[in-house]
């Protein structure tokens, strides 16, 4: 059965009626959970098997943002937490190998969690550099302030995850770091030059285009495109992140339900595929939106649909793992820094 070209959220801790026949009908090509959706591992494991039920597909990526830190959908008392960004970056510039030991180890942990659960895909890691009086939506998520440490810092994660059978979602392509607002409640504007950006911002991503996905920034960066943000300028996407960064694989806008964004749901579904991303994101679980969305997300073919097989192709087996000695190790390494998460 194909799938059309976006992922949405769901209302609540169990599908309504309404939300089984929407699924049935529009096909989405996955799904994302959020701390509503979720209660206990048992009533979590079910949800996910429901969604891959109704819509007719048993491996039907199910996301979730479990970062670490003040982003983290599952918790206690079930799920532990875990480190920041900001962590592993203190740890790095004590010791490089101790900061990509934890940080590796912590994704690692992080994708057991998933795994059990039939969670597929992990929206980490980040790659944005922020910068002094940006906004602090990134902050201490990031993984530092150099190109080159936060890039390594994002590799040792896409790692942990791997290791785990998740599949990681690099954002915020081509960077949230210097944005002075929260795109969640309106539209940051950058006004840094193209070389800065360059030389910055998008070099962070640059070592990590081999990634099989990637959710767009709802950023302007005025020296490539004063209109539109990156989610929907063709030209953001063609020359910067298809070109520059060299991205190709899986590229999704961030949710469409943010604020940053203009017109309905609709207009903002239909700019984002126009712009090429190939899936659109919702996450809200509004029904009626989920409907506008769905009525402009195309049937996922050509490229996006080879993209896309390629990504879920990616998905490797999980390596064994002593859950308790390696949390016991985590522990230890942020200890030996002298460091709390």
Not at 79 to 84: A, E, K, L, S
Not at 229 to 250: E, H, K, M, Y
Not at 312 to 326: E, G, N, T, V, Y
Request: glycine content about 8%.
């Amino acid at each position: 059965m194909s799938s059309r070209a976006f992922i949405t959220g769901i209302s609540g801790l169990g599908l309504t009626d309404d939300e089984r026949g929407f699924i049935r009908e529009s096909r989405p090509w996955g799904f994302i959970l959020f701390k509503r959706n979720v209660d206990n591992p048992a009533q979590v494991s079910g949800l996910v098997q429901q969604l891959r039920t109704e819509v007719g597909q048993p491996d039907a990526p199910v996301l979730i943002d479990q970062e670490g830190g003040r982003v983290q959908r599952l918790g206690p008392p079930h799920w532990p937490v875990y480190p920041r960004g900001a962590l592993f970056s203190a740890l790095y510039d004590i010791d490089s190998q101790l900061g990509l030991a934890a940080a590796r180890l912590s994704a690692r942990l992080i994708a057991s969690d998933l795994f059990d659960l039939g969670i597929t895909v992990d929206c980490l890691p980040l790659a944005d550099v922020p910068v002094s009086g940006a906004d602090a939506v990134i902050g201490d998520r990031a993984y530092g302030f150099a190109a080159a440490k936060v890039a390594a810092i994002a590799r040792a994660v896409t790692e942990g995850l791997e290791q785990g059978s998740v599949l990681p979602v690099l954002k915020h392509i081509p960077g949230h770091g210097r944005a002075t607002a929260d795109s969640h409640f309106r539209l940051p504007t950058v006004d840094t030059s193209r070389d800065e950006l360059e030389r910055t911002d998008f070099s962070a991503f640059q070592p990590l285009a081999d990634l099989p996905m990637a959710m767009t920034a709802h950023v302007v960066f005025s020296a490539l495109d004063p209109a539109q943000p990156a989610t929907t300028s063709a030209t953001i996407i063609d020359q910067v992140i298809r070109g520059r960064i060299g991205f190709q694989g899986l590229l999704m806008s961030d949710d469409v339900s943010m604020n940053a964004l203009e017109g309905t749901i609709a207009e903002r579904a239909r700019a984002s595929i126009a712009a090429g991303c190939d899936i659109v994101l919702h996450c809200n679980g509004k029904l009626d939106e989920m409907r506008q969305v769905a009525s402009e997300a195309p049937e996922l073919t050509g490229l996006a649909l080879q993209r896309a097989t390629a990504a879920l192709a990616s998905r490797k087996p999980p390596q064994p793992l002593d859950r308790r000695a390696a949390r016991a190790e985590l522990e230890t390494l942020i200890l030996r820094a002298g460091t709390s998460a």
